[in-house]
């Protein structure tokens, strides 16, 4: 369980989100300057709110009252930005393990999960490539991998489609809704794409102006039908 309650740009608010939804996915809309992209960095640790509390999974990550505060590193949340953030030095398999070895995980450790996140993301056979020779969709799929690699509690996407080209769009935005039923992890995916709503999940946070417009739960566009 992912909760917070934040005061800074984000004013005044409490929100909840839990793997326990259908594939896990909270998105977050918005316009610009609404503070969506503020929210995933108070909760990563990359940025310390005013005033406020972030729990994960019973945890407190977060309590400006009581002075406590997890650095980023020590928080097992994974998150992929929206240019993905690889080091274009490293080959695929590298950056997959680079969250692990900062962790200083054993190699056994870095190998074997390395190893089972890039078969999730069906990227084994590109272990050894550089990701400058990649197209925007492995990128994608590595980012994700890498976020995944540590095995988070929660995962935070900032717009992780808007690199691609609608037609890669589309695809890997089907493959990750799959992804994101069978792994169960608790998500928050930013996005000011209205399709990524109806693809991935059916709970959604809007936000304007730095507080909550909205907070609901719908039904997908098949269920609506169905």
Same mark, same amino acid.
């Given at each position: 369980m992912l909760t917070f309650a934040l005061r800074a740009v984000l004013r /005044? !608010?409490? !929100?909840e989100a839990a793997a326990e939804i259908p594939n896990g996915v909270t998105v977050v809309l918005g316009p610009s300057g609404a503070g969506k992209s503020t929210l995933l960095r108070f909760i990563a640790g990359l940025q310390a709110p /005013? *005033? #406020?509390?972030?729990?994960?999974?019973?945890r407190t990550l977060c309590d400006t009252a009581a002075h406590v505060w997890v650095p980023p590193q020590d928080r097992n949340i994974g998150v992929v930005f929206q240019e993905y953030a690889l080091f274009p030095h490293l080959t695929? #398999? *590298?950056n997959v393990a680079y969250g692990l070895r900062a962790r200083r995980r054993s190699a056994a450790d870095t190998a074997a999960k390395t190893e089972r996140a890039l078969a999730i993301l069906e990227i084994a056979h590109l272990a050894n490539h550089r990701v400058t020779a990649l197209s925007g969709g492995q990128r994608q799929r590595v980012?994700? *991998?890498r976020a995944l690699a540590i095995e988070p509690a929660a995962l935070l996407l900032d717009e992780p489609l808007s690199a691609l080209d609608p037609a890669t769009r589309e695809r890997v935005r089907d493959e990750l809704a799959a992804l994101f039923s069978d792994i169960r992890v608790p998500a928050l995916l930013v996005?000011? /794409?209205? *399709? /990524?709503?109806a693809a991935f999940g059916e709970r959604s946070l809007h936000l304007a102006r730095g507080t909550v417009a909205a907070n609901e739960r719908y039904a997908s566009p098949e269920k609506e039908t169905a």
């Amino acid at each position: 369980m992912l909760t917070f309650a934040l005061r800074a740009v984000l004013r /005044d !608010f409490t !929100f909840e989100a839990a793997a326990e939804i259908p594939n896990g996915v909270t998105v977050v809309l918005g316009p610009s300057g609404a503070g969506k992209s503020t929210l995933l960095r108070f909760i990563a640790g990359l940025q310390a709110p /005013d *005033a #406020g509390r972030i729990t994960l999974a019973g945890r407190t990550l977060c309590d400006t009252a009581a002075h406590v505060w997890v650095p980023p590193q020590d928080r097992n949340i994974g998150v992929v930005f929206q240019e993905y953030a690889l080091f274009p030095h490293l080959t695929v #398999g *590298a950056n997959v393990a680079y969250g692990l070895r900062a962790r200083r995980r054993s190699a056994a450790d870095t190998a074997a999960k390395t190893e089972r996140a890039l078969a999730i993301l069906e990227i084994a056979h590109l272990a050894n490539h550089r990701v400058t020779a990649l197209s925007g969709g492995q990128r994608q799929r590595v980012a994700l *991998a890498r976020a995944l690699a540590i095995e988070p509690a929660a995962l935070l996407l900032d717009e992780p489609l808007s690199a691609l080209d609608p037609a890669t769009r589309e695809r890997v935005r089907d493959e990750l809704a799959a992804l994101f039923s069978d792994i169960r992890v608790p998500a928050l995916l930013v996005t000011h /794409d209205d *399709a /990524d709503r109806a693809a991935f999940g059916e709970r959604s946070l809007h936000l304007a102006r730095g507080t909550v417009a909205a907070n609901e739960r719908y039904a997908s566009p098949e269920k609506e039908t169905a």
